[in-house]
């Protein structure tokens, strides 16, 4: 079966350690995307990538990083400069649209919940 | 810039219908539609495109006025499985998405 999956669901690490969140998917999709969410709040970016070994940041890439050696793959780093990283991390990929179309749909992974400690 | 959708929270009976806005102070080349359950992933609703063009979910409507740069999320006839906190994302350039904060639905019996 096609899908996104995400590793671990849940995550606890002490402060000031980096963590990795790892992000895998199957359905031969170009653009993946890490989303974070806080409690009550909606999706904001953190880095998106339309190619292999090619990456954009979104609205709140400070304290993270990210690689992209694979198509099907999509590690997110949690740095020790994140500020506050407690948060629930949603992976999730597109096919890349057509030009002047639009976006296609998302699909997200399960997500991860990691906790500083 | 963030779209804000609006209300923030509304609660039904079975049966009844709902509104949920999105509005951007930017120009739009389309909106996205979303539903998150508690602790899960979002699930995807519909995609409106500049042009009038719409995919996804056949038992809900949406509406895009591009002028206006707003788009409206139409649920009729709720059922206790529409409960849950509905996402727009606006797509303005780079093809990337902006989500709003979220408007929390709930269906009682």
């Known amino acids: 079966d096609g899908g996104i999956t995400q590793s671990p669901k849940y995550l606890f690490r002490k402060e000031g350690q980096n963590v990795t969140l790892s992000c895998e998917q199957n359905?031969?999709?170009?653009?993946m995307y890490w989303y974070r969410q806080d409690p009550g709040q909606g999706l904001r970016l953190i880095y998106y990538?339309?190619?292999?070994?090619?990456?954009q940041k979104g609205d709140i890439a400070e304290g993270y990083s990210v690689s992209r050696e694979k198509k099907e793959s999509f590690p997110l780093t949690v740095t020790s400069a994140q500020k506050n990283p407690t948060a629930f991390y949603l992976c999730?990929?597109?096919?890349?649209?057509?030009?002047?179309?639009?976006?296609?749909?998302?699909?997200f992974g399960p997500g991860t919940r990691l906790t500083v400690l | 810039q963030q779209p804000v959708q609006s209300p923030q929270a509304v609660i039904l009976r079975e049966g009844e219908d709902a509104v949920i806005n999105c509005s951007s102070s930017k120009a739009l080349y389309s909106v996205h539609w979303y539903r998150q359950k508690h602790g899960e992933a979002p699930v995807f609703l519909m995609i409106?495109?500049?042009?009038?063009e719409q995919k996804g979910h056949d038992k809900i409507s949406a509406s895009f006025n591009e002028k206006k740069q707003q788009s409206s999320l139409y649920l009729t006839a709720s059922q206790l499985s529409y409960s849950g906190t509905y996402f727009c994302?606006?797509?303005?350039?780079?093809?990337?998405?902006?989500f709003g904060e979220g408007t929390q639905l709930t269906v009682n019996p």
């Open positions: 359905l031969n999709h170009d653009a």
């Open positions: 994302g606006t797509e303005t350039s780079g093809s990337r998405l902006t």
């Open positions: 990538s339309q190619i292999v070994n090619d990456f």
């Open positions: 409106l495109l500049k042009g009038g």
């Open positions: 999730a990929s597109s096919t890349w649209p057509l030009q002047g179309v639009g976006m296609n749909e998302q699909f």
